[in-house]
C-alpha cells in the first residue's frame, strides 16, 4: 500500500477550499486531492498515494510505472474499497 | 536468467547486472528499504539474478507489517464499540491482533469499512453525525500527508465526531535502528522513492555520515532496482558512503514542501513501537497537542493492552534482514496468505507473502535453501 499510483488528471475544481479533482487511472477514475501539486493541471499525470497527488510525473513513465504496478497487483487498492456493502454510493467508477 | 528473458526490458536487465557482476569484487549485503520494493524483487526475481556475491535482505517497510499488535488490538476495542464506525486501509483488516483481525470482528457485526483514502473517512463521519468514526492512519511518510490533510480539515470544517488512531512510522530512525543492532549485516541500503518524494533526503545524508554506510534512493521498477543496486555496490567497492539518488524522476532533495508543512502542523515526533522489532525512539508521528480532540488513543482510552504474539513467528527478525522468510518453520506450512499467523505473511508487500505469491517455498533446483542463506551467510 505504499507505493504511488500514477494517474491522469481529467478536472480540476476547489471542494470545500481544498484542490481537487477528477483523476483516471486506466479505466478507473477516482476522486483525488490535488492540493499538495499546486503546479499540476488537467492533462498533467500525477503519482498519487491513498487519493492523494504527492507529485507530477510525465506520461511515458506513468504508463510504465502503471502497467509493472498492475503486474504486482498494486493496482488493487484503487478498488478496495468497492466491496463495501454499506456504502451505498458510488465509489469508483469504469470510464468506458 | 529465466527471469531476464521473461522481463520486457531484458537487454538492459542484463546489461545492468553484468556491470554489477564486473563492479563487485567480494561479498556485499544490502537491504531494501521499501515493501514495494520487495514485492518486485520477488515478482522480477532480481535477487537471482545478482552475483553471489551481492546479497539482498528485505527491510522493515511495509506499514501493515510494523504496526504494532499493541495497537491492531486498540483498533479491536474501538472497532467493537456499537457508537464506532471503525474505517481503515483494505489491507489492515487482515493483519492478526492477539484475538483475531478486524474482519472477523466484522463478521461478527462491528461497523468495519475499507476506504481507499482518509478523506473518504472523513466524509463517512459528515455523512453519519450520530457515530463516531474512527480512521486508523498507519503508514509511512508517503502516506502522512493525507492523514494530516483529513485531519486539517476536519478541524477546519468543525467535523466532531471523526478521530484518528495514529499509528505512523518513519524510515529514517528505523534504519539507525537496523544499523545499531547487534548482528547487523547491512552494509548499504536503497532508499525508498516515494517516501522521498514527499520528504526528500536531507535526513539520509546524516545517516550516510554517522554510519558510513551508502543510501541511495532507488524507485520501485526492477531496472531501477537494478541500478540502485548498481550505484550502491559502486560505492561499496570505492569505499564511499553518501546519498544518492536513483529515481531522479520522482524525487528531489528538498521533497514536497506542501506536504511536508501539513504533516508538521498536525502531527509531531514521537517514539513508536513497531511489531516484532520493539519500541525505536523519535521513530513515528503522533498526533500534536493541537490536533488532540482528534486523537482517538485520547478519546477512547485504550491503554493497558495484554498482547499475545505468536511464538513460531520470526518476522521481527526478518524485518531487521536478520533471517529470511523460508528460515522460519511455520513459513507455507502452518501461516500462509489465508492464515497468516505474522503479519509479513498479510501485506503483498512483507517478504512472507512474497516469498509466498511467487512460490519460493515450492522451489525444487535448491534456489529455496539459498534465498535463506541469511542467517547462515553464503
Ligand atoms: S512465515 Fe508467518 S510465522 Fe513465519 S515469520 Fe513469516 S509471518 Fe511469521
Redesign the pocket.
Known sequence: MCLGIPGEILEVREDNGLRTGKVRFAGITREVCLAYVPEAARGDFVVVHVGFAISKIDPEEAARAYRVLEELGQTAELTADASNPEGGREIYRRVP | MKYIDEYRNSEIAAALVRRISETVTRPWVLMEVCGGQTHSIVRYGIDRMLPQQVELVHGPGCPVCVTSLEMIDRAHAIAQRPDVIFTSFGDMLRVPGSRGDLLTLKGRGADVRVVYSPMDALRIAQENPARKVVFFGIGFETTAPANAMALYQARRLGVKNFSMLASHVLVPPSIAAILQAPGNRVQAFLGPGHVCAVMGWREYESLCEHYRVPIVITGFEPLDILEGILMAVRQLEQGRAEVENQYVRAVSRDGNRAARDLIFEVFEVGDRKWRGVGSIPKSGYRISYEYREYDAEKIFEVDAIDTHE?P????GL?LRGLKK?CD?P??ARQ?TPQT??????VSAEGA?AAYYQYGRHLDTDGRAAEDCAASGGR
Do not use: V
Not at chain 2, 513460531?312 to 518476522?315: K, L, Y
Not at chain 2, 497468516?340 to 505473511?345: D, I, R, V
Open positions: 505468536p513460531q513467528c520470526i518476522s526478518i522468510p522460519c511455520a513459513f501461516c497468516p499467523l505474522g503479519a509479513t505473511m512472507c
